[in-house]
T-cell receptor, first 116, second 115 residues
Framework: DGGITQSPKYLFRKEGQNVTLSCEQNLNHDAMYWYRQDPGQGLRLIYYSQIVNDFQKGDIAEGYSVSREKKESFPLTVTSAQKNPTAFYLC???????????????FGPGTRLTVL | KNQVEQSPQSLIILEGKNCTLQCNYTVSPFSNLRWYKQDTGRGPVSLTIMTFSENTKSNGRYTATLDADTKQSSLHITASQLSDSASYICVVSEGRGSTLGRLYFGRGTQLTVWP
């Protein structure tokens, strides 16, 4: 069963704690992405990776960190430096980083993070 | 500045009725435009994709149109069903020459279908 999985579905964190959100894909895609979604706003890009051991900051990378040690996995860590971390986090993957009609981004089911 | 604007922000219709959602964009250079459906608490799923040369694309009861000259797109839903209740997001991809293939997301139109 191919696709993108994210875990956990719901995550609660106390202020000052780091948490890591998991993203795994078995689509053999090279590129992976993390987005943040807030109510009434469009998706905003946090980090993206086009190949193993390489990743780049997106528009709102401050307070977040990522790693890409395996092609299938792209975990996101929300650090205590992120001032407003409560949001819905979406992971996506695509064949490659380049644009074009055939390079669709496929999204995971999301993780809802709530800071208590 | 590259932007994607959607209207209306929210819409309520009765089951069986038709509706049309709008998307205006300023993204340049333009590669393609996708409409995604996002159910509450889930990830977006692609409905249609159109390039510069296409002006209509259908997927079942969903029909998207694109006017690349005026930079406008619409998504028409025919004979709505309760399962159509979701957020519909317009996503525009930057054109050739962009290493990232950068996507620009609209804020979405929240559609509610009542029985």
């Amino acid at each position: 069963d191919g696709g993108i999985t994210q875990s956990p579905k719901y995550l609660f964190r106390k202020e000052g704690q780091n948490v890591t959100l998991s993203c795994e894909q078995n689509l053999n895609h090279d590129a992976m992405y993390w987005y943040r979604q807030d109510p009434g706003q469009g998706l905003r890009l946090i980090y993206y990776s086009q190949i193993v051991n390489d990743f780049q900051k997106g528009d709102i990378a401050e307070g977040y960190s990522v790693s890409r040690e395996k092609k299938e996995s792209f975990p996101l860590t929300v650090t205590s430096a992120q001032k407003n971390p409560t949001a819905f986090y979406l992971c996506a993957s695509s064949i490659s980083i380049s644009g074009g009609i055939y390079n669709e981004q496929f999204f995971g089911p999301g993780t809802r993070l709530t800071v208590l | 500045k590259n932007q994607v604007e959607q209207s209306p922000q929210s819409l309520i219709i009765l089951e069986g009725k038709n509706c049309t959602l709008q998307c205006n964009y300023t993204v340049s250079p333009f590669s393609n435009l996708r409409w995604y459906k996002q159910d509450t608490g889930r990830g977006p799923v692609s409905l249609t994709i159109m390039t510069f040369s296409e002006n209509t694309k259908s997927n079942g009861r969903y029909t998207a149109t694109l006017d690349a000259d005026t930079k406008q797109s619409s998504l028409h839903i025919t004979a709505s069903q309760l399962s159509d209740s979701a957020s519909y997001i317009c996503v525009v991809s930057e054109g050739r020459g962009s290493t990232l293939g950068r996507l620009y997301f609209g804020r979405g139109t929240q559609l509610t279908v009542w029985p």
